[in-house]
């Protein structure tokens, strides 16, 4: 396969990766860039997306910062951020709660900005038209709440649920644009959401012999499943939940 | 919050009886302290104190007077 035909390039292609400023974002950011792409990225946290551009590989990439549970915030990236071949919803947030103690009020959160904001964002640039013919959208969602279920992990499960579901919906309406929505879904990663958290050291430890692979994901096991997604490599596959987990659902 | 409020709550937590918990008791002896009473102590740790309890931080816990300590 010569450079110049990979399927799996993403040379040409304009990228919004949001949750860039960390974790599974900013190594998705990273290796697209690595991979040809030119990234729009944005988070809220602008120190650390300038650390994330200045980890890309290649030129004209930007960053704007938004906040996406912000209306203003979400619109206003909308208004500037152009038009695009490709969209990975990265940013998420982890929750704990019991379901016992799960009032709407601590749900809330989890659903702000694990679903509405990611589709709030989607249906925005959709309204705006930024999103060119035969583009790729790709959501960050879970095993958690999908395949996988733990005590503590109902409200984020559920979030990410909402999602999975919510993209096969996009990806039916969005097909006669050959725009194709299709999630990735992963285990345990090794990000920042996972650690000085709800869950201890020793028992990640304890967690970890039961994965098939004996071990959690890194950040660029998923940004792997997200550019195969991105390409078009991909290009027949829309509507899917691509599980990346090491087996631990098997 | 008082010490009495803060057993108080505790015992709510746990689903245990008023006047169940002393300062003292030791934690491993409260078969209700279990993985699911744990997740409820952060829940209310950050709302009723607003302080990040971490699952590192819950294994240094031995005895109720080690979470009333840390329940400013």
């Given at each position: 396969?010569?450079?110049?035909?990979?399927?799996?390039?993403?040379?040409?292609?304009?990228?919004?990766?949001?949750?860039?400023s960390?974790?599974?974002?900013?190594?998705t950011?990273?290796?697209?860039?690595?991979?040809?792409?030119?990234?729009?990225l944005?988070?809220?946290?602008?120190?650390?997306?300038?650390?994330?551009?200045?980890?890309l590989?290649?030129?004209?990439?930007?960053?704007?910062?938004?906040?996406?549970?912000?209306?203003?915030?979400?619109?206003?990236?909308?208004?500037?951020?152009?038009?695009l071949e490709?969209?990975?919803?990265?940013?998420?947030q982890?929750?704990?709660?019991?379901?016992?103690l799960?009032?709407?009020?601590?749900?809330?959160?989890?659903?702000?900005?694990?679903?509405?904001?990611?589709?709030?964002?989607?249906?925005?640039?959709?309204?705006?038209?930024?999103?060119?013919?035969?583009?790729?959208?790709?959501?960050?969602?879970s095993?958690?709440g999908?395949?996988?279920?733990?005590?503590?992990?109902?409200v984020?499960g559920?979030?990410?649920?909402?999602?999975?579901?919510?993209?096969?919906?996009?990806?039916?309406e969005?097909?006669p644009?050959?725009?194709?929505?299709?999630?990735?879904?992963?285990?345990?990663?090794?990000?920042?959401?996972?650690?000085?958290?709800?869950?201890?050291?020793?028992?990640h430890?304890?967690?970890?012999?039961?994965?098939?692979?004996?071990?959690?994901?890194?950040p660029?096991d998923?940004?792997y499943?997200?550019?195969?997604?991105?390409?078009?490599?991909?290009?027949?596959?829309?509507?899917?939940?691509?599980?990346?987990?090491?087996?631990?659902?098997? | 919050?008082?010490?009495?409020?803060?057993?108080?709550?505790?015992?709510?937590?746990?689903?245990?009886?008023?006047?169940?918990?002393?300062?003292?008791?030791?934690?491993?002896?409260?078969?209700?302290?279990?993985?699911?009473?744990k997740l409820?102590?952060?829940?209310?740790?950050?709302?009723?104190?607003?302080?990040?309890?971490s699952?590192e931080?819950?294994?240094?816990?031995?005895?109720v007077?080690?979470?009333?300590?840390?329940?400013?």
């Amino acid at each position: 396969m010569d450079s110049m035909n990979n399927p799996f390039s993403l040379s040409g292609k304009r990228i919004l990766v949001t949750g860039a400023s960390s974790g599974i974002g900013r190594t998705t950011a990273i290796e697209c860039s690595r991979m040809g792409a030119c990234l729009v990225l944005t988070g809220r946290n602008e120190e650390r997306l300038q650390e994330t551009l200045e980890s890309l590989t290649g030129i004209n990439h930007q960053i704007l910062p938004a906040d996406l549970t912000d209306a203003d915030s979400t619109a206003n990236l909308v208004e500037r951020v152009g038009q695009l071949e490709g969209v990975v919803l990265c940013a998420g947030q982890g929750s704990v709660i019991p379901m016992k103690l799960a009032t709407r009020q601590r749900i809330a959160p989890a659903f702000d900005v694990n679903y509405f904001a990611p589709v709030e964002l989607v249906r925005l640039l959709l309204k705006k038209k930024c999103l060119k013919d035969g583009a790729s959208l790709v959501f960050v969602a879970s095993i958690g709440g999908i395949n996988a279920f733990t005590i503590g992990n109902g409200v984020y499960g559920a979030s990410k649920a909402a999602l999975n579901s919510t993209m096969k919906f996009f990806a039916l309406e969005l097909a006669p644009k050959k725009i194709r929505c299709n999630s990735v879904c992963p285990g345990m990663v090794n990000t920042g959401m996972i650690t000085g958290g709800a869950v201890s050291e020793e028992q990640h430890k304890a967690d970890m012999v039961t994965y098939p692979l004996k071990r959690y994901g890194e950040p660029e096991d998923i940004a792997y499943g997200i550019i195969y997604l991105l390409s078009d490599a991909s290009s027949w596959v829309t509507g899917h939940s691509l599980v990346i987990d090491g087996g631990v659902t098997i | 919050m008082t010490q009495e409020e803060k057993i108080a709550l505790l015992e709510d937590t746990l689903e245990l009886d008023g006047g169940t918990l002393k300062p003292e008791t030791e934690l491993s002896s409260i078969d209700e302290y279990d993985s699911m009473a744990k997740l409820s102590l952060i829940v209310l740790m950050d709302d009723e104190c607003g302080k990040k309890l971490s699952g590192e931080q819950i294994r240094q816990f031995k005895t109720v007077q080690d979470i009333l300590d840390f329940m400013v």
